[in-house]
């Protein structure tokens, strides 16, 4: 069966948005799309350094090499160890390896898709540089916990908030609690330009060896005037749109709570997460190839999660904990993707019980 793309399921995104139409007509009458910098570039840099209390924001090409930049930033080099969860986004191991270092997997903590606090000082060696704390499809990592273990040990914290560009941790901004943060603005996320991402910091000598890096004559991993200018107006409009993602996933988590065999995502009641993504995790991994075709058979955006590590070669990284959650979450994961979560609460009403339907097949 193929589902109507006017599906009310299956909603647009990006969303129109006026105030992004007028950006573009303005920034074409300029001529400023031709622009490598400029004033829009600019702004981009005061309202993210604002909003997270930095010094030093670097714009960049994407989230993926913005992982990298705050790797360079860090110094990190091939006799060091970087942590990170084994159940994360692919690309940041990648990023552990373009560096030379060798990636040391931890696990994620059960119902949060977050690396594990717990397990820092058991992946600990005298070689480790970093640890990569990414917030995933809804869950957060005990981002207190983890900054206390990282200033007693002398480790630098990347706070991957590709996912979640407005989530609050007791009322603080996720991303202001490590020493360096990486933003994604690619074509799904939440903050969306297509493409490009930026890497944050207020460390002058991380941000010095950033710019050493990406410098080659120019500015190799750049983020663009035209870019910056769709950006723009999304700040407007972002904490507006986190609040009715946050009051539609409870609605539906809700809904679906007595379903059995599913596992919902565990939001603290400190925590305000943002929804990229939202997760569950199935009991039964064997049901969830059948389960996902299924619900898109119905129009209902529901996705299989990353594959994560667990399964990568011993040549390839450092495995010193147990990974048991990580390898269910790689089997079992499944992941609502958000532009839905915009709808009104006749269709978050109508796709909670398809989700009731899915989950109890
Ligand atoms: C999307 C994403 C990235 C990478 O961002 P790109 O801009 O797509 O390169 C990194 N980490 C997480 C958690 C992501 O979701």
């Known amino acids: 069966m193929t589902v109507e793309p006017s599906h009310p399921f299956q909603a647009p995104w990006p969303i129109p948005d006026d105030a992004i139409e007028q950006q573009l007509q303005a920034i074409y009458n300029s001529g400023g799309w031709g622009s490598y910098t400029g004033i829009?570039?600019?702004?981009?840099?005061?309202?993210?350094?604002?909003r997270y209390k930095c010094e030093h924001v670097m714009l960049a090409c994407s989230g993926t090499i913005g992982i990298e930049l705050a790797l360079r930033g860090i110094g990190v080099t091939a006799a060091d160890e970087v942590i990170l969860a084994g159940y994360d986004f692919p690309g940041n191991f990648r990023c552990?390896?373009?560096?030379?270092a060798t990636p040391v997997l931890v696990d994620i903590a059960a119902a949060t898709w977050s690396i594990q606090a717990g397990d820092l000082a058991a992946a600990y060696s005298a070689k480790t540089k970093a640890v990569i704390v990414s917030s995933l499809h809804g869950g957060m990592a005990d981002i207190d916990t983890i900054m206390k273990?990282?200033?007693?040990?002398?480790?630098?914290?990347?706070?991957?908030?590709?996912?979640a560009p407005a989530a609050t941790h007791a009322g603080q901004l996720l991303g202001t609690f490590g020493d360096l943060t990486v933003l994604s603005f690619g074509g799904s996320k939440l903050l969306t330009a297509g493409r490009g991402g930026a890497v944050l910091c207020n460390n002058e000598s991380m941000a010095q060896r950033i710019?050493?890096?990406?410098?080659?004559?120019?500015?190799?991993?750049?983020?663009s005037e035209l870019q910056a200018c769709v950006l723009l107006p999304q700040f407007e409009t972002l904490a507006e749109r986190h609040s009715l993602r946050r009051d539609n996933v409870n609605a539906i988590l809700k809904t679906t709570a007595p379903c059995s065999g599913i596992t919902p995502l565990k939001i603290a009641a400190e925590d305000s997460p943002?929804?990229?993504?939202?997760?569950?995790?199935?009991e039964d991994p064997q049901r969830r190839q059948d389960l996902l075709c299924y619900a898109q058979d119905k129009g209902i955006p529901l996705f299989a999660g990353f594959r994560g590590f667990v399964k990568r070669s011993d040549r390839r990284c450092r495995k010193p904990v147990s990974?048991?959650?990580?390898?269910?979450?790689?089997?079992?994961?499944v992941l609502l993707h958000h532009p839905v979560l915009l709808q009104g609460p006749a269709v978050i009403r109508d796709l909670a019980e398809e989700l009731v339907d899915v989950f109890n097949r």
């Open 274 to 282: 943002a929804f990229y993504k939202l997760a569950w995790m199935l």
């Open 96 to 100: 552990i390896e373009a560096t030379g």
């Open 40 to 50: 829009h570039t600019q702004q981009l840099c005061e309202i993210l350094g604002n």
């Open 149 to 163: 273990w990282s200033r007693s040990v002398g480790v630098a914290v990347i706070e991957d908030v590709c996912q």
């Open 211 to 223: 710019n050493v890096f990406r410098e080659r004559g120019n500015d190799a991993f750049a983020l």
């Open 323 to 333: 990974l048991a959650n990580s390898t269910v979450a790689a089997e079992a994961t």
